[in-house]
Structures are given as structure tokens and as C-alpha cells.
């Protein structure tokens, strides 16, 4: 019963609108599920949407406790096997590049 925040909303949308490059949801969903690889791609795009607008609409003194935190979401609840670190690094420069496009 509580209110999705917007962030989170967000990257959800980011995934809504790669389902949109399958023919169907349940094509991305199989792949998403079965290929490891794919699966990093997608949620370090989303991940990095997330962050950027975090950078965007929240004080700066929070946005490296907010990083960590997405970070560590990442490399723990999709079975990639990477470290909060890598995670971390993977957020930042993709959402340099998503600035730069």
C-alpha cells in the first residue's frame, strides 16, 4: 500500500521500454532470465537512469549513500557475480555515457 518512488518507478519505465525491442515481453523475459550477460546490461541501463535522476532531483549529499545502495542492489539480487564495486563502476560510467548521448 505504499507509494512506488519515482526513481524506482523510473527504472521500471527503462525496462518497460526494453521489453519494447522484443516482438513480445515474454521474448526479453526469456532472454532476461536466461542469459546472464543480458540481464547486467539491462539493469546496469536501468540502474543508471535511476541514479541519474537521483542526481537530479535529490540533495548531493545523499547521492553516494544512494549509488552504494543501488550498487549493492545490483550485484546482490540478480545473480551476476560481481561485487558491490563493480556494480558501483558499472553505474557510474554507464550513466556517463547515457549524458553523453
Same mark, same amino acid.
Given at each position: 500500500?505504499?507509494?512506488?518512488?519515482?526513481?524506482?518507478?523510473?527504472?521500471?519505465? &527503462?525496462?518497460?521500454? !526494453?521489453?519494447?525491442?522484443? *516482438?513480445?515481453?515474454?521474448?526479453?523475459?526469456?532472454?532476461? %532470465?536466461?542469459?546472464?550477460?543480458?540481464?547486467?546490461?539491462?539493469?546496469?541501463?536501468?540502474?543508471s537512469?535511476?541514479?541519474?535522476? *537521483?542526481?537530479?532531483?535529490?540533495?548531493?549529499?545523499?547521492?553516494?549513500?544512494?549509488?552504494?545502495? %543501488?550498487a549493492?542492489?545490483?550485484? =546482490?539480487?540478480?545473480? %551476476?557475480? &560481481?561485487?558491490? !564495486?563493480?556494480?558501483? =563502476?558499472? &553505474?557510474?560510467? =554507464? =550513466?556517463?555515457?547515457?549524458?553523453?548521448?
Open positions: 500500500g505504499e507509494e512506488i518512488p519515482p526513481d524506482v518507478m523510473l527504472h521500471e519505465h &527503462i525496462h518497460q521500454n !526494453q521489453q519494447k525491442e522484443f *516482438i513480445a515481453p515474454d521474448l526479453w523475459w526469456q532472454k532476461y %532470465l536466461g542469459d546472464k550477460d543480458f540481464r547486467q546490461e539491462q539493469e546496469v541501463e536501468a540502474y537512469v535511476q541514479y541519474q535522476y *537521483i542526481q537530479k532531483h535529490f540533495p548531493s549529499k545523499g547521492h553516494k549513500e544512494a549509488l552504494f545502495e %543501488l549493492n542492489n545490483l550485484s =546482490s539480487l540478480y545473480k %551476476l557475480g &560481481i561485487t558491490c !564495486q563493480k556494480a558501483e =563502476s558499472l &553505474i557510474r560510467w =554507464s =550513466s556517463k555515457q547515457l549524458l553523453g548521448k
